[in-house]
Protein backbone atom coordinates (compact mmCIF):
# COMPACT_ATOMS: atom_id res chain seq x y z
CA UNK A 1 0.00 0.00 0.00
CA UNK A 2 1.75 3.62 -1.26
CA UNK A 3 1.64 6.20 1.46
CA UNK A 4 1.68 9.70 0.07
CA UNK A 5 2.96 12.73 2.06
CA UNK A 6 1.84 16.39 0.55
CA UNK A 7 4.04 19.22 1.18
CA UNK A 8 4.71 23.26 0.32
CA UNK A 9 1.57 24.71 1.20
CA UNK A 10 1.41 27.87 2.43
CA UNK A 11 -0.08 31.53 2.37
CA UNK A 12 0.30 33.50 -0.54
CA UNK A 13 -0.76 37.12 -2.11
CA UNK A 14 -2.67 36.27 -4.89
CA UNK A 15 -0.65 36.93 -8.17
CA UNK A 16 1.50 34.72 -6.44
CA UNK A 17 2.96 31.02 -6.94
CA UNK A 18 3.72 28.03 -4.59
CA UNK A 19 5.10 24.26 -5.46
CA UNK A 20 3.38 21.23 -4.00
CA UNK A 21 4.76 18.07 -3.81
CA UNK A 22 4.01 15.02 -2.92
CA UNK A 23 6.08 11.99 -1.65
CA UNK A 24 5.14 8.34 -2.18
CA UNK A 25 7.08 5.29 -0.18
CA UNK A 26 6.38 2.87 -2.37
CA UNK A 27 9.25 2.02 -4.94
CA UNK A 28 6.98 0.70 -8.01
CA UNK A 29 6.13 4.68 -7.92
CA UNK A 30 6.49 4.81 -11.76
CA UNK A 31 3.63 2.44 -12.28
CA UNK A 32 1.15 4.41 -10.71
CA UNK A 33 -1.25 7.46 -12.55
CA UNK A 34 -1.13 10.71 -10.26
CA UNK A 35 -3.56 13.07 -9.51
CA UNK A 36 -4.13 16.61 -7.43
CA UNK A 37 -7.56 17.10 -6.24
CA UNK A 38 -8.79 19.88 -4.06
CA UNK A 39 -11.24 20.71 -1.32
CA UNK A 40 -12.53 24.16 -0.09
CA UNK A 41 -14.01 24.93 2.37
CA UNK A 42 -18.18 24.03 2.11
CA UNK A 43 -17.44 22.51 -1.28
CA UNK A 44 -16.60 19.11 -2.24
CA UNK A 45 -13.45 17.99 -3.64
CA UNK A 46 -12.49 18.49 -7.02
CA UNK A 47 -9.70 16.86 -9.82
CA UNK A 48 -6.73 19.68 -10.68
CA UNK A 49 -4.93 18.05 -12.93
CA UNK A 50 -3.09 14.68 -13.51
CA UNK A 51 0.10 12.75 -14.76
CA UNK A 52 0.49 9.50 -16.51
CA UNK A 53 3.17 6.98 -15.18
CA UNK A 54 6.01 7.76 -17.17
CA UNK A 55 4.69 11.57 -17.41
CA UNK A 56 4.55 11.79 -20.90
CA UNK A 57 0.89 12.81 -20.58
CA UNK A 58 -0.87 15.11 -18.65
CA UNK A 59 -4.39 16.27 -17.92
CA UNK A 60 -5.72 19.87 -16.10
CA UNK A 61 -9.03 21.25 -15.00
CA UNK A 62 -9.98 24.03 -17.12
CA UNK A 63 -10.54 26.66 -13.98
CA UNK A 64 -5.96 25.56 -13.67
CA UNK A 65 -4.93 25.47 -17.28
CA UNK A 66 -2.24 28.02 -18.20
CA UNK A 67 -1.31 28.64 -14.72
CA UNK A 68 -0.72 25.14 -12.90
CA UNK A 69 2.13 22.61 -14.42
CA UNK A 70 1.95 19.06 -12.80
CA UNK A 71 5.46 17.06 -12.76
CA UNK A 72 6.92 13.95 -11.65
CA UNK A 73 10.14 12.17 -10.94
CA UNK A 74 10.40 9.09 -10.44
CA UNK A 75 13.70 8.40 -9.20
CA UNK A 76 12.81 10.49 -6.33
CA UNK A 77 8.87 9.29 -6.09
CA UNK A 78 7.25 12.32 -5.83
CA UNK A 79 4.95 14.16 -8.04
CA UNK A 80 5.03 17.82 -8.22
CA UNK A 81 2.37 20.57 -9.04
CA UNK A 82 3.67 24.04 -9.75
CA UNK A 83 0.87 26.93 -8.90
CA UNK A 84 1.38 30.19 -11.01
CA UNK A 85 -1.12 33.07 -10.92
CA UNK A 86 -2.96 32.11 -8.35
CA UNK A 87 -6.16 33.77 -7.54
CA UNK A 88 -8.06 33.51 -4.16
CA UNK A 89 -10.57 30.96 -5.98
CA UNK A 90 -7.56 28.32 -5.44
CA UNK A 91 -7.73 28.51 -1.47
CA UNK A 92 -8.46 24.58 -0.60
CA UNK A 93 -6.81 21.76 0.90
CA UNK A 94 -4.74 20.16 -1.97
CA UNK A 95 -4.49 16.10 -1.80
CA UNK A 96 -2.31 13.84 -4.00
CA UNK A 97 -3.17 10.84 -4.98
CA UNK A 98 -2.16 7.37 -6.70
CA UNK A 99 -4.25 5.35 -9.44
CA UNK A 100 -3.16 1.81 -9.97
CA UNK A 101 -4.45 2.07 -13.50
CA UNK A 102 -2.80 3.77 -16.66
CA UNK A 103 -5.46 5.72 -17.47
CA UNK A 104 -5.65 9.22 -16.21
CA UNK A 105 -9.08 9.80 -14.68
CA UNK A 106 -10.57 12.97 -13.15
CA UNK A 107 -12.79 11.30 -10.50
CA UNK A 108 -11.58 10.62 -7.13
CA UNK A 109 -13.54 7.14 -6.64
CA UNK A 110 -10.93 5.93 -9.05
CA UNK A 111 -8.11 6.89 -7.34
CA UNK A 112 -6.79 3.99 -4.99
CA UNK A 113 -4.51 6.18 -2.14
CA UNK A 114 -4.87 9.24 -1.23
CA UNK A 115 -2.48 11.79 1.14
CA UNK A 116 -3.46 13.84 3.82
CA UNK A 117 -3.61 17.56 2.14
CA UNK A 118 -1.71 20.25 2.29
CA UNK A 119 -3.50 23.44 2.80
CA UNK A 120 -2.59 26.62 0.47
CA UNK A 121 -4.32 29.56 1.08
CA UNK A 122 -4.31 32.15 -1.36
CA UNK A 123 -4.83 36.35 -0.20
CA UNK A 124 -6.53 39.21 -1.63
Known amino acids: QVQLVESGGGLVQAGGSLRLSCAAS????????MGWFRQAPGKEREFVSA????????YYADSVKGRFTISRDNAKNTVYLQMNSLKPGDTAVYYC?????????????????WGQGTQVTVSS
Open 51 to 58: ISRAGATT
Open 97 to 113: AARLHPMLKVIEGDYNY
Open 26 to 33: ERTFSSYT
